[in-house]
Nanobody
């Protein structure tokens, strides 16, 4: 059974940093793209960043320069380092994985597996 489990969320102040983790299990993720999405109350789930199997990364414009993505040596755990957090970054953060992504990165239907999410709240 494939599982993605996020952790590391919490309540922080604006300007603080936070690191989220997403641990994958149940299969080998070395060939998967792994990504982070987020969903704020009343809003659509939106793309945040992606780590390709090559370890190349791309980010949404809203977080570019503030967030980075990394993976462990087995590539089964993906981290989202969030710096200079803003209140508008508050959301439930989800990780996702895809072995063969054939849709645009931001298209949620293209991702094979999703985690249960972890809450990030940034106070002003």
């Amino acid at each position: 059974q494939v599982q993605l489990v996020e952790s590391g969320g919490g309540l922080v102040q604006a300007g603080d940093s936070l690191r989220l983790s997403c641990a994958g299990s149940g299969r080998t993720f070395s060939r998967d793209a792994m990504a982070w999405f987020r969903q704020a109350p009343g809003k659509e789930r939106e793309f945040v960043g992606i780590s390709w199997s090559t370890l190349r990364a791309n980010f949404a414009d809203s977080v570019k320069g503030r967030f980075t993505i990394s993976r462990d040596s087995t590539k089964s755990t993906v981290y989202l380092q969030m710096n200079s957090l803003k209140p508008e970054d508050s959301a439930v953060y989800y990780c996702a994985s895809a072995r063969d992504l054939r849709t645009p990165i931001s298209e949620k239907s293209g991702w094979d597996y999703w985690g249960q999410g972890t809450q990030v709240t940034v106070s002003s």
